[in-house]
Structures are given as structure tokens and as C-alpha cells.
């Protein structure tokens, strides 16, 4: 059975930092694109950023080098490291993971809440 746990999110100011994970069981990260995903209240879902399983990562403008994926295999978990925080980070986050080579199911951690404020 799959599934995907985030924790981490929380309040903090403007400027601060705040390290998302994601927890796994059932995905194997070789196979599987794994992103996050985030949604402001009154705004649609938007992908910020993706690493498909040769560990190649594309990040949306909006979190270009403030914003760090990664995973570590061992502990089936991805981490999203944000530094340098917005206001306008604030939002629901949310893990997927996704077939790379098609085919099957996307899955959907049930998100975590970032709060940037002072």
C-alpha cells in the first residue's frame, strides 16, 4: 500500500526557513517522480519543484534557489529545505509522487500548512 507523509510546515517569519518531509512507503524513487506541490488559499495547485529518479530536479521560478529538494533512499523520505521565506510561500504543500515512465496512479500526501508571516 502506497503512501506519502508530509510533516514540517508550521509559522514562521519572512526570511525564515522551514524543512518539509515526506515520508514514503511503497514507492520505489528510482521509478517514480517525486515533487511538491503547494496551494494558496483561492489559487490552483502549481508544481515548484520535481526530481525524477536520476535525481535531476526542475524548479518553478518562483522558488529557484531558495528552495532545495532531495531524499534519501535509506529512509524512503523526501525533504524540501525553504530558506530566504515569503509571505507569499504561504500555502497548503504536498508530496506526489508520480510514474516516470508512464502508466499507474499519481499519489498524494494529504499536505502540510506553511505559514509566512511576522
Known amino acids: 500500500q502506497v503512501q506519502l507523509v508530509e510533516s514540517g510546515g508550521g509559522l514562521v517569519q519572512p526570511g525564515g526557513s522551514l524543512r518539509l518531509s515526506c515520508a514514503t512507503s511503497?514507492?520505489?524513487?528510482?521509478?517514480?517522480?517525486m515533487g511538491w506541490y503547494r496551494q494558496a488559499p483561492g489559487k490552483q495547485r502549481e508544481l515548484i519543484v520535481d526530481?525524477?529518479?536520476?535525481?535531476?530536479?526542475n524548479y518553478a521560478d518562483s522558488v529557484k534557489g531558495r528552495f532545495t529538494i532531495s531524499k534519501d533512499n535509506a529512509k524512503n523520505t523526501v525533504y524540501l529545505q525553504m530558506n530566504s521565506l515569503k509571505p507569499e510561500d504561504t500555502a497548503v504543500y504536498y508530496c506526489?509522487?508520480?510514474?516516470?515512465?508512464?502508466?499507474?496512479?499519481?499519489?498524494w500526501g494529504q499536505g502540510t500548512q506553511v505559514t509566512v508571516s511576522s
Open positions: 506526489n509522487a508520480a510514474p516516470e515512465y508512464g502508466g499507474g496512479y499519481d499519489y
Open positions: 511503497g514507492i520505489i524513487f528510482s521509478i517514480y517522480v
Open positions: 526530481m525524477r529518479g536520476d535525481g535531476s530536479t
